[in-house]
């Protein structure tokens, strides 16, 4: 069983900072693409960020020069360094990632639970 855990979220005002982190845990074989999504409240998720399993990385125009991707391979973890946070960004941040469990197994899309990111202003 897979299992992606997100923490580091928080309340924080406006031009402030915050690093969410992602661990991937239980059955993973390999992980390919990994990436960040957020939902504010009556909006559809949206893309954040992704990052392949060869380091390159994706953004969200809203958030370029602001936030940076990174991923510890040895440690099946992901992190979003969050800067100068805005009103805007207020919303729950998901993990996801692209996990083969098995060698036997393909790859299927893995989410974390969510971890709640408020920006005052």
């Known amino acids: 069983q897979v299992q992606l855990v997100e923490s580091g979220g928080g309340l924080v005002r406006a031009g402030g900072s915050l690093t969410l982190s992602c661990l991937a845990s239980?059955?993973?074989?390999?992980?390919?693409?990994m990436g960040w999504y957020r939902q504010a409240p009556g909006k559809q998720r949206e893309l954040v960020a992704t990052?392949?399993?060869?380091?390159?990385?994706n953004y969200a125009d809203s958030v370029k020069g602001r936030f940076t991707i990174a991923r510890d391979y040895a440690k099946n973890t992901m992190y979003l360094q969050m800067n100068d946070l805005k009103p805007e960004d207020t919303a729950v941040y998901y993990c996801?990632?692209?996990?083969?469990?098995?060698?036997?197994?393909?790859?299927?899309?893995?989410w974390g639970q969510g971890t709640q990111v408020t920006v005052s202003s």
């Open positions: 996801n990632g692209q996990v083969r469990p098995r060698i036997t197994a393909p790859a299927s899309d893995y």
């Open positions: 239980g059955s993973t074989y390999s992980i390919n693409t």
């Open positions: 990052i392949t399993s060869d380091r390159n990385t």
